[in-house]
């Protein structure tokens, strides 16, 4: 299995010098994420950083992993592009997927990301899965509804609301998607969330797992919140 890991943010609003690199209970975000996909038996994953972002391509090959890392090292223009790229460069070599993709904010629970994958495995018609959590205090959670009794996702954002869902940073991706990728890219597109619901408007099969609470690590004080969460998670 492959999987990607979206690490080009620029971390302005933790006021820190790289996000990738800030520490939630002694360890960088970049290295959690990367053991909680470990977790999952991946056997390639594919990371991208910014061009001002190489001392986290240094911190991350200084420690032993049990996957093959392959870097893309470039400045996006936002979270759309950056997820596109993770997917392109995982398709290059014609492999059909499905992709487990992540952001390095995401503070989940221990083996949480193995069980979104085994719970997700199953929808195989879906284009995309997206892990889901409550929406917290998050400042801009997107939220999803699904059909009443099913995964499968019929709102994503705005039209969602108001619901008890939120994602949580975490996708299982097929990469039929990127036959969106140049039409979006081409229209202005510029931010995930509204690249999901153009798929969802466009008919793409997207479902939806609920998985325990997750923190989306943006602001100083989600720092202490997730130092929080990840005591409690192992009491």
């Known amino acids: 299995m492959k999987a990607g890991v979206i690490a080009a943010g620029r971390g302005e609003r933790l006021c820190a010098p790289s996000k990738p690199l800030v520490k939630i209970g002694?360890?960088?975000?970049?290295?959690?994420?990367?053991?909680?996909?470990?977790?999952?038996?991946?056997?390639?994953?594919?990371?991208?950083i910014n061009e001002n972002s190489l001392a986290v391509r240094a911190?991350?090959?200084?420690?032993?992993?049990?996957?093959?890392?392959?870097?893309?090292?470039?400045?996006?223009?936002?979270?759309?592009?950056?997820?596109?790229?993770?997917?392109?460069?995982?398709?290059?070599?014609?492999?059909?997927?499905?992709?487990?993709?992540?952001?390095?904010?995401?503070?989940a629970s221990p083996q949480a990301f193995a069980r979104f994958m085994r719970q997700a495995q199953p929808c195989e018609q879906a284009a995309v899965v997206l892990a889901l959590t409550t929406p917290r205090d998050d400042e801009k959670p997107l939220l999803v509804r699904c059909a009443p009794g099913d995964s499968r996702i019929i709102a994503i954002g705005e039209a969602a609301a108001p619901s008890d869902f939120?994602?949580?940073?975490?996708?299982?991706?097929?990469?039929?998607?990127?036959?969106?990728?140049?039409?979006?890219r081409r229209d202005g597109v510029d931010a995930l969330r509204v690249f999901l619901a153009r798929l969802l408007d466009r008919h793409y099969h997207i479902a939806g797992i609920p998985i325990a609470e997750a923190i989306d690590v943006d602001r100083?004080?989600?720092?202490?919140?997730?130092?929080?969460?990840?005591?409690?998670?192992?009491l």
Do not use: C, K
């Open 26 to 48: 002694g360890r960088t975000l970049i290295e959690r994420v990367l053991a909680s996909i470990g977790e999952t038996g991946a056997s390639e994953v594919a990371i991208i």
């Open 59 to 107: 911190h991350v090959e200084a420690l032993p992993w049990p996957f093959a890392l392959h870097w893309i090292i470039e400045t996006t223009a936002s979270s759309m592009h950056s997820f596109l790229r993770v997917v392109e460069t995982l398709a290059a070599d014609g492999s059909d997927g499905p992709f487990l993709i992540s952001t390095v904010d995401t503070i």
């Open 166 to 184: 939120a994602t949580a940073g975490i996708y299982l991706v097929r990469p039929s998607i990127l036959n969106e990728a140049e039409p979006a």
């Open 220 to 234: 100083p004080a989600d720092v202490q919140a997730a130092e929080n969460f990840l005591r409690s998670a192992v």
